[in-house]
């Protein structure tokens, strides 16, 4: 799990222990994985890109970090216009249409597999998204 949160990471920690699942916890940005020299078979960003100033570059730098049959699952806020959040929650997009997504994933070299959507009742909807690193045999 990466995080640039103390907290989040130890929230995560806690909830992984009481299921008896061990993972790494890494404190850091994403931009310093690769120095890492470490590949990985799939990444998740849960509700993250809404909050970055560059998501076409974290889609770029997660491809980087993705072996060749590697997978990214992306969930996010679909575009909104509740403004509030950006106040409230610092949120620096108001989510992201699908074909904006899959538009940076294909810059990127990750092309889509599959889409869905969760509508929830505060009005926001929620979508997720499965990249494959192209050239891959997934």
Not at 83 to 94: E, F
């Given at each position: 799990?990466?995080?640039?949160?103390?907290?989040?990471?130890?929230?995560?920690?806690?909830?992984?222990?009481?299921?008896?699942?061990?993972?790494?916890?890494?404190?850091?940005?994403?931009?310093?994985?690769?120095?890492r020299?470490?590949?990985?078979?799939?990444?998740?960003?849960n509700?993250v890109?809404?909050?970055?100033?560059?998501?076409?570059?974290?889609?770029?730098?997660?491809?980087?970090?993705l072996?060749?049959?590697?997978v990214l699952l992306?969930?996010?806020?679909?575009?909104?216009?509740?403004?509030?959040?950006?106040?409230?929650?610092?949120?620096?997009?108001?989510?992201?249409?699908?074909?904006?997504?899959a538009?940076?994933?294909?810059?990127?070299?990750l092309?889509?597999?599959?889409?869905?959507?969760?509508a929830?009742?505060n009005?926001f909807?929620?979508?997720?998204l499965?990249?494959?690193?192209?050239?891959?045999?997934?």
């Amino acid at each position: 799990a990466l995080d640039i949160a103390s907290d989040m990471l130890s929230a995560c920690e806690q909830r992984l222990a009481k299921q008896g699942i061990s993972a790494e916890l890494i404190e850091a940005d994403l931009s310093l994985l690769p120095a890492r020299g470490v590949q990985y078979q799939a990444l998740v960003a849960n509700m993250v890109l809404h909050h970055l100033p560059e998501p076409a570059l974290f889609m770029q730098q997660a491809a980087q970090l993705l072996t060749a049959d590697g997978v990214l699952l992306i969930t996010e806020l679909c575009r909104h216009d509740q403004h509030w959040v950006q106040q409230i929650q610092g949120d620096r997009w108001l989510g992201f249409a699908p074909e904006q997504l899959a538009q940076w994933a294909d810059q990127a070299m990750l092309g889509l597999k599959q889409t869905s959507f969760i509508a929830l009742r505060n009005g926001f909807q929620i979508q997720q998204l499965l990249f494959v690193k192209n050239g891959s045999s997934s």
